[in-house]
Structures are given as C-alpha cells and as structure tokens.
C-alpha cells in the first residue's frame, strides 16, 4: 500500500509545476513573438543615440523637478490639512474631509484641466506663478496632498499619547508640542509611505502634456511620444520608459529598505 505524501512533499510537487508552467509560458511567448519587428519598431539604436543628451538635460531634468515641486507643495499643504483633519474646531475638520474626499476621488487628469483651464477663466488677468512649472506644481500638488494629509494624519495619531503628556508638562503649549515633539516623530513613521507617494507623482508628471507646453518645457513622455511621432518608431518611447525606470527602481528599493527599517525598529 502506497504511503501518503508528506505536506512538505506534496508542497514541493506544487512548487514544481508552478515552475514548469512558468518556464512554458515564457518558451511560448519567446519562440511566438517576431523579435526582429520588435527590434525594427523599439529597439533602433542609431536612433537611440541621437536622442541624446537631450532626454537628459530637457525631459528628464523637467520630469524631476516638476515632481519635486509637486511633492513639496503636496508635503506642505498636506501637513495643513492633516493638522485641520485632527484639530477641534469642527468647520477645520469639515473642510479637510471634504477636500480630501473630492481631490482622493477625482482622476489626476480632471485636476490638471481644472488648474489649466478653469482657474484661468475664474480668475481673469492672473498668472499661476512660474508659467508652466507653477501649474504643474500645482496639480501635482493638489492632488498629492489628499493623500499625503491622511498618511501624516496616521503618523500623527500613531505616535503615543504619553509624547504629547509628557511635553505638556515640560510647560510646552499644544502647538510648540505638536510642532517639537509630535510632528518630527510622526515624519519618521511616514516616511517610507511619503517616498512611496514620490515615485507616484514622478509618474504623475506625464500628465503635463494636457497643458500644453513648449519644446523646452517636455517632460519624459511628451518628449519621447513627440519623437516617435516624427520618426514613425517607437523607439523613443522605449528610451523614455527606460528613464523613468532609472529613478522609480532606486526609490522603490529605497521604499523598501526604510519599510524594513521601520518593521525592525517597531
């Protein structure tokens, strides 16, 4: 009489077709995909070089720093929000929820043709400052701020009441408190999901193209779909993924390890 498999055995059996299904799969798409049209649309090097240095030193350059003024005006107004979120007065709570709510469930896209088009018309004869940098920094501010309030929001509630007690009774007022004592310890706990939020913006910044910009203005993917438009390849378009993959990988890396570090130090 045959004996029955062991968990470890049958687990082990598991994992195996797991691996032979998984190995087959990609036999099956390498030995079906037209490689040379794929190389001929994607991958023209002669191409590829001439889109350089300019990928770096216009879209790129524009892609970074349209994303970190996004994330330092989303930083910035999110801590207000979030501190409205908490505080006592109800109207400061109603206002927060409520932006919140409407900037969380409206699609990024939606909060760059209002910054474009209806701030304009609903305030005729000004100017965002900073032409097309100011409006991108602005969408991607407003936007990145609904999420950023509720993380700092929990990394605030996340730190002990007993840190809040004891500056109290050092003779701190609630606001040097918060600002000395409770906020910096709640940066701490939020960083990893903040730099997370970094990374998401970074790929948020493609959305400037519905605002119209000029050719020293592009970012990674106007500037590679504008190329490709003109060469008829694709190629640049690859180029441009490319280098949005040299910033997002080390910064998810850089997610992870302070999620690591966080989980060790807790």
């Known amino acids: 009489m045959t004996s029955r498999l062991t968990r470890r055995q049958r687990r082990r059996i598991s994992q195996g077709v797991q691996y032979a299904v998984f190995v087959a799969v990609l036999v099956l798409i390498g030995l079906g995909a037209d490689w040379d049209r794929l190389q001929n649309q994607f991958a023209q090097k002669d191409l590829a070089s001439e889109l350089f240095p300019d990928i770096i030193t216009i879209a790129l350059r524009n892609t970074v720093v349209y994303t970190v003024s996004g994330f330092v005006f989303g930083l910035v107004l999110g801590l207000v929000i979030a501190l ?5 007065v109800a109207p400061y709570r109603w206002v927060a929820s409520v932006y919140i709510e409407i900037f969380r469930g409206l699609p990024a896209l939606l909060i760059f043709i ?7 018309l609903a305030f005729p004869g000004t100017e965002i400052p900073g032409g097309t940098y100011g409006k991108v920094a602005l969408g991607l501010g407003l936007v990145a701020a609904a999420y950023m309030a509720e993380t700092i929001r929990a990394g605030i509630q996340a730190v002990p009441k007993g840190q809040m007690e004891a500056a109290r009774s050092l003779g ?4 040097r408190a918060m600002v000395s004592v409770v906020i910096p310890q709640a940066f701490r706990i939020v960083i990893p999901p903040l730099t997370n939020e970094l990374v998401l913006l970074f790929k948020d910044s493609s959305l400037v193209l519905f605002l119209g910009v000029t050719l020293q ?4 993917t106007k ?3 504008d190329l490709a438009s003109q060469t008829a390849n694709s190629t640049p378009i690859l180029v441009a993924g490319l280098c949005y993959l040299l910033v997002t990988v ?3 890396i850089v ?6 570090r966080a989980d060790k130090a807790r």
Do not use: I, Q, T
């Open 172 to 175: 701190f007022s609630h606001a």
């Open 250 to 252: 080390p910064l998810s």
């Open 217 to 220: 203005e592009r970012e990674l």
């Open 255 to 260: 997610v992870r390890r302070l999620e690591a």
């Open 84 to 88: 409205m979120r908490l505080s006592s």
């Open 223 to 225: 500037f590679g779909r």
């Open 114 to 120: 209002f910054v474009g088009v209806a701030v304009p």
